[in-house]
């Protein structure tokens, strides 16, 4: 909402984007819907007084209303779904996005839920209904990996993609090295800046990136993987011994997600990799992610930067609703 209001200006000589947002609908901060649209300004400055969306008042305000029936009513032309990810069910984000789909609005989405799982479904159910499901900040929040695919990388054949898909770890491991800090120090650490979260498992367990490999697994290699079909292994293991045994070779551990062709198989995984100081990857520290692709044609080709973050996840949904924007307008 800050970047809609911050650039509208911009957007609009630009791009010729004018963004008008007529719902908003959070699990705990409530909901609102004005069909006529909503002053982002004001609403914002409700948010920061009192965390939440319920009690701002708006002439024909319609609020109490549960995300897919804010959906339904709401009239709008897209649907931004950012809402908490459950890996192993993809809900409650791929019932928004199946509602929106269905229902004829374009849906942009930084859930790695609905993406990792039932992409192709989505997509299907999006071109059915003449609209567009775009994912980009589904993988490194807001670096750009399927818009590179799409347009930067056009005409390659990616043979493998691997890198660092999980700032947490990342930032743990690199704290282990650089600072001597064992396991369990650099984890709070990383809890107490708010990378890791009280329970780290999704993290430190490699769940997160393994999400993110059956994305790259199935949208840029063409797979059909599955949870079971990746074998994971965290960073749990790692110990402060092991570090520097690494480093003393001229190594460095990172917790590498990778998934490559052999033939006709997808080969992909989640692990701890000890790698050389030459490597791109070996040179990417604290929270921030990287990804190599493979391509025959461009060779390999490294982009790094955060992946996760406030602005950076907004930046993602901006990309992709500037994308629809283009080609809604070109037509």
Known sequence: MKILRDKKGFLTEKYGFDAEVVAISDKFKGSILVKDGIDLDALIKHMES????DGFEATGAITGLEPIETIRQ???DIIAEASFTDIKTGEPATSHVREAL???KHVVTTNKGPVALFVRELETLAKQNNVQFRYEGAVMSGTPIFNLIEFCLAGNDIKEVKGILNGTTNFILTKMEEDDMAYEDALALAQKLGYAEADPTGDVEGYD??????QLSNIVLGGSLTEGDIEREGITGITSDMIKAAAAEGMRYKLIGSTRKEGDKIIAYVKPVKMPLSDPLAGVG???NALTFSCDLSGDVTIQGPGAGQMETGFALLIDILAINSAVNCC
Request: zero cysteines; proline letters at 0%.
């Open 50 to 53: 009192t965390g939440k969306v």
């Open 74 to 76: 709401s009239g709008a």
């Open 102 to 104: 269905g229902s004829g």
């Open 209 to 214: 990136a393994l999400a993110k490999v059956m």
């Open 286 to 288: 604290g929270a921030i």
